[in-house]
T-cell receptor
Framework: AQSVTQPDIHITVSEGASLELRCNYS??????LFWYVQSPGQGLQLLLK??????LVQGIKGFEAEFKRSQSSFNLRKPSVHWSDAAEYFC???????????FGKGTMLLVSP | GAVVSQHPSRVICKSGTSVKIECRSLDFQATTMFWYRQFPKQSLMLMAT?????????EQGVEKDKFLINHASLTLSTLTVTSAHPEDSSFYIC????????????FGPGTRLLVL
């Protein structure tokens, strides 16, 4: 069975600073990887996904993530954080041929002025 | 494109009553819909997966007689919480995917249920 670990429960970043949110997964084969963002009281919005090919994927809102098989990681990055990026971020893993996703526990991003 | 709506956005009900939550795909045909439950400050827990016209597949530990799921059309799935109790209070989120894009789930905005 697959699993996802987001080691940071919350992170505070100054506005304009760079951001990296960590995600480690456990899965025997090549995973399908996702990052979602959730604003308070809202559903989830897909930021980006990795299925295959280039290991550096670009997403919406200036986010990118890099798949590193050797480290079983799929960390999310943004070069310059905006106050509107404050939200909860979830990493998720899926398996080829199966439509279900397994989510990490999420990382709450706080943006300080 | 790929918009999923939920109704109601929030509901308060008395203990013992039943509550129905609707999930609609507005601009695509959702062959598969998923229902999640999210407790405060926690991740999403998959409750069940439903395919249009078929019975839902429930995750281990989810009572199928308590959480009735119907996926009668390619654009609508409903979750009915029967005989709701305070411990059922939670944030319920649905998602949907279409044929050929099963790995891309589009999420609804969620429904906040409070059982008094």
């Amino acid at each position: 069975a697959q699993s996802v670990t987001q080691p940071d429960i919350h992170i505070t970043v100054s506005e304009g600073a760079s951001l990296e949110l960590r995600c480690n997964y456990s899965y025997g084969a090549t995973p399908y990887l996702f990052w979602y963002v959730q604003s308070p009281g809202q559903g989830l919005q897909l930021l980006l996904k990795y299925f295959s090919g280039d290991t550096l994927v670009q997403g919406i809102k200036g986010f990118e993530a890099e798949f590193k098989r050797s480290q079983s990681s799929f960390n999310l990055r943004k070069p310059s954080v905006h106050w509107s990026d404050a939200a909860e971020y979830f990493c998720a893993v899926g398996a080829a041929g199966y439509s279900t996703l397994t989510f990490g526990k999420g990382t709450m991003l706080l943006v300080s002025p | 494109g790929a918009v999923v709506s939920q109704h109601p956005s929030r509901v308060i009900c008395k203990s013992g009553t039943s509550v129905k939550i609707e999930c609609r795909s507005l601009d695509f045909q959702a062959t598969t819909m998923f229902w999640y439950r999210q407790f405060p400050k926690q991740s999403l827990m998959l409750m069940a997966t439903s395919n249009e016209g078929s019975k839902a597949t429930y995750e281990q530990g989810v009572e199928k007689d308590k959480f009735l799921i119907n996926h009668a059309s390619l654009t609508l799935s409903t979750l009915t919480v029967t005989s709701a109790h305070p411990e059922d209070s939670s944030f319920y989120i649905c998602s949907a995917s279409s044929v050929g894009q099963e790995m891309s789930q589009y999420f609804g905005p969620g429904t906040r249920l409070l059982v008094l």
